[in-house]
């Protein structure tokens, strides 16, 4: 399969914003409940197939380690997906979407650093302050 990070980023960059802005649409005809049902349902259906199409079994072995891992990911994807649609019904979606993705560096570099013990150096201090600065812009602009 090709793989080429920045191809693969560009994809996900068009793909999340045209996402949000269809949930929107959704959400006004629709609840947040149903929205993550059958959104869950098709992903299940095609991620499926897909196993079906490989031979690949549905059921692999796991540790108990990750069982417990995959279990968290799931309440935590479950309790994202739900404040989201609740966010975005409530919510302008390029204020929601920018200021999420501003939040969600500064949170993973301050956890970088104290749990994952990664040494941050002036370019990273430079840059959380850019992205703050620039969070504030969009959050001002918005509240005039």
């Known amino acids: 399969m090709y793989y080429n990070f920045y191809v693969y980023l560009i994809i996900l960059a068009i793909i999340s914003p045209l996402v949000a802005f269809n949930k929107e649409k959704i959400l006004k005809k629709f609840s947040v409940t149903n929205d993550i049902f059958y959104t869950s349902l098709v992903i299940v259906i095609i991620v499926g197939l897909k196993k079906i199409y490989e031979k690949d079994s549905f059921f692999p072995k796991i540790s108990n380690d990750t069982g417990k891992r ?10 994202a997906l739900f404040m989201g649609g609740i966010i975005i019904l409530q919510e302008n979606v390029f204020v929601f979407k920018s200021l999420q993705k ?3 560096l500064i949170i993973l ?25 620039g969070s504030y812009l969009i959050d001002k602009k918005q509240n005039k």
């Open 70 to 79: 995959l279990a968290l990911q799931c309440v935590i994807v479950t309790l």
């Open 102 to 104: 501003s939040v969600y």
């Open 109 to 133: 570099l301050i956890y970088s650093v104290c749990f994952m013990k990664m040494d941050i150096n002036i370019y990273m201090v430079i840059g959380i302050f850019l992205i703050m600065g």
